[in-house]
């Protein structure tokens, strides 16, 4: 069984562009996560789908941060303009259904650098 | 509202020797437990969980941890580490309802040699 997929593994972009982070969770999986980590810390909780429903974005920085899960599979995570302060990598996890037993599976992660 | 306290944000200690990783939380639900482990440029992997039950927990690579809840505390422990334990350890707690993870700041454990 194929894990949770992310890409690009790596992005390095200037200031003020765009990027977007693309993930494909384990097939099944109702709940899909993205996490942002930097450095030195723990991931920090961006957004929750339930499906194609954001049931938790309050974490989400709305102004240049923005998501989608269309077909509640697969879903996009979209900065811009990307900040300084962006760098970090973006997790993408998922369960089969949220609070059946909490445990997430991560996906690789897709570590941004912003010049 | 939950937290995750880690308590050592480095551990060295040498191959073959005991170690353990504390981890405290607050929580005002209850909650699953979580180990996560993460290899440099690697995402996060389960190590153990604790669910409910016996408040000793056997995980992968020979890892355990207590579930203590009067002392709110989530201790992983290894009876001998090797070279390839070297990485960062994740503490977690979970909504048990709301299935919302908190994760602790994590613990640098360097094994040498």
């Known amino acids: 069984e194929a894990g949770v997929v992310q890409s690009p593994r790596y992005k390095i972009i200037e200031k003020k562009q765009p990027v977007a982070f693309w993930c494909n969770p384990i097939s099944g999986h109702n709940t899909l996560y993205w996490y942002l980590q930097n450095l030195g810390q723990g991931p920090e909780l961006l957004i929750r789908?339930?499906?194609?429903?954001?049931?938790?974005d309050s974490q989400l920085p709305k102004d240049r941060f923005s998501a989608e899960r269309l077909k509640g599979v697969d879903s996009t995570l979209k900065i811009q303009p990307a900040e300084l302060g962006d760098s970090a990598v973006y997790l993408c996890?998922?369960?089969?259904?949220?609070?059946?037993?909490?445990?997430?599976?991560f996906g690789e992660g897709s570590r941004l650098t912003v010049l | 509202a939950q937290s995750v306290t880690q308590l050592d944000s480095q551990v060295p200690v040498f191959e073959e020797a005991p170690v353990e990783l504390r981890c405290n939380y607050s929580s005002s639900v209850s909650v699953y437990l979580f180990w996560y482990v993460q290899y440099p440029n690697q995402g996060l992997q389960l190590l153990l969980k604790y669910l409910s039950g016996s408040t000793l927990v056997k995980g992968i690579n020979g890892f355990e941890a207590e579930f203590n809840k009067s002392q709110t505390s989530f201790h992983l422990r290894k009876p001998s580490v090797h070279i390839s334990d070297t990485a960062e350890y994740f503490c977690?707690?979970?909504?048990?309802?709301?299935?919302?993870?908190?994760f602790g700041d994590g613990t640098t454990l360097t094994v040498k040699p």
């Open positions: 977690a707690v979970s909504d048990t309802n709301a299935g919302k993870s908190t």
């Open positions: 996890a998922s369960t089969q259904r949220a609070g059946d037993t909490g445990e997430l599976f």
């Open positions: 789908y339930e499906n194609e429903e954001a049931v938790d």
